[in-house]
T-cell receptor
Framework: AQSVTQLGSHVSVSEGALVLLRCNYSSSVPPYLFWYVQYPNQGLQLLLKYTTGATLVKGINGFEAEFKKSETSFHLTKPSAHMSDAAEYFC??????????????FGPGTRLSVLP | SQTIHQWPATLVQPVGSPLSLECTVEGTSNPNLYWYRQAAGRGLQLLFY??????ISSEVPQNLSASRPQDRQFILSSKKLLLSDSGFYLCAWSVSAVLQETQYFGPGTRLLVL
């Protein structure tokens, strides 16, 4: 069965510092991988996704993530944190070998705090 | 472009009362639809998904039910709410023609059961 782990339920960085949010997955087939962001009392917004092709994926708001098959990882980074980046971030994996509804698995989330 | 709506945005209900949350999608046809619950400080739990009108699959046994009376309408219901039903409910859709496509989320409904 597929699963997603996010190391660190809460990450704090200073404004202007590097943001690194970790995501590791397990999947029986090459997965599709996603990062979503959730601001307080809002729905989830897609940041970026990897399906096939280039392993370094660029998303909105200056975020990017790199798919590393050998490490089964899809870590999210941003060179310089901004106060507006404070939110909850969810990694998700989609397993193409499984049926609808059973294939999209979310990690537990990482809350990012940005300190002035 | 596609948009997804949920209402109400916030709801406070007494224990034992009924529930009806609505989700509608615009700008697409025959979407896959999903209901998730997010308890305080926790991740997302898939409750129901639907691949077509009248087709509902439940992921976890619970006090809730779902219906899809129209192609782009997805309703979450309960006959008698429990305290444990409190949470943030999210509706999502994805393209049906492409397996495992991206899920897009609505703004959510915050439910507080007292």
């Amino acid at each position: 069965a597929q699963s997603v782990t996010q190391l660190g339920s809460h990450v704090s960085v200073s404004e202007g510092a590097l943001v690194l949010l970790r995501c590791n997955y397990s999947s029986s087939v090459p997965p599709y991988l996603f990062w979503y962001v959730q601001y307080p009392n809002q729905g989830l917004q897609l940041l970026l996704k990897y399906t096939t092709g280039a392993t370094l994926v660029k998303g909105i708001n200056g975020f990017e993530a790199e798919f590393k098959k050998s490490e089964t990882s899809f870590h999210l980074t941003k060179p310089s944190a901004h106060m507006s980046d404070a939110a909850e971030y969810f990694c998700a994996v989609s397993d193409r070998s499984r049926a609808y509804g059973q294939n999209f698995v979310f990690g537990p989330g990482t809350r990012l705090s940005v300190l002035p | 472009s596609q948009t997804i709506h949920q209402w109400p945005a916030t709801l406070v209900q007494p224990v034992g009362s009924p529930l009806s949350l609505e989700c509608t999608v615009e700008g697409t046809s025959n979407p896959n639809l999903y209901w998730y619950r997010q308890a305080a400080g926790r991740g997302l739990q898939l409750l129901f998904y639907s691949v077509g009108i009248g087709q509902i699959s439940s992921e976890v046994p619970q006090n809730l039910s779902a219906s899809r009376p129209q192609d782009r309408q997805f309703i979450l219901s309960s006959k008698k709410l429990l305290l444990s039903d409190s949470g943030f409910y999210l509706c999502a859709w994805s393209v049906s023609a492409v397996l495992q496509e991206t899920q897009y989320f609505g703004p959510g409904t915050r439910l507080l059961v007292l």
